[in-house]
C-alpha cells in the first residue's frame, strides 16, 4: 500500500492508501492506466480511455482533460511510492492553478 492523492469527479482530491500493484490501480481508475508526467517528480494516474468510454470530465492538468477518477503518486526509478505530505501541498496547488478546474479541492 501507498499513500496517493485521489480525486474522484465533483469530490474534494484527498490522500488514501492505494494498492501499488498494476492491477490495484487499474482497478482504482477503471481501466487500463495513463501515466501523466507532472511537477517535482509526481506522475498522474488516469484511465487511459476515460474520454473514450465518455467518463465526466474531472480536471484539466497541465494541458490534459482527465476524465473520471484519478490519482497523483510520486515516480521513484520507475515505481510508484507514496506521496509525502509536501507533495500533497504541491499536488493540490498544481490542481488549483488550472484554469478548467470545476471542483473545490
Known sequence: MISALVKDVGASAGVQFVDESLRGLQALVGGYLQAVPVAGGLTLLCDEDGLAKRL???????????????????SEDGEFVSITPEDAM??????????LVGVAL
Open 56 to 74: 465526466p470530465f474531472n480536471v484539466m492538468v497541465e494541458g490534459h482533460r482527465i476524465h473520471g477518477l484519478f490519482l497523483i503518486v510520486r
Open 90 to 99: 504541491a499536488a493540490r496547488e498544481l490542481l488549483s492553478s488550472e484554469p
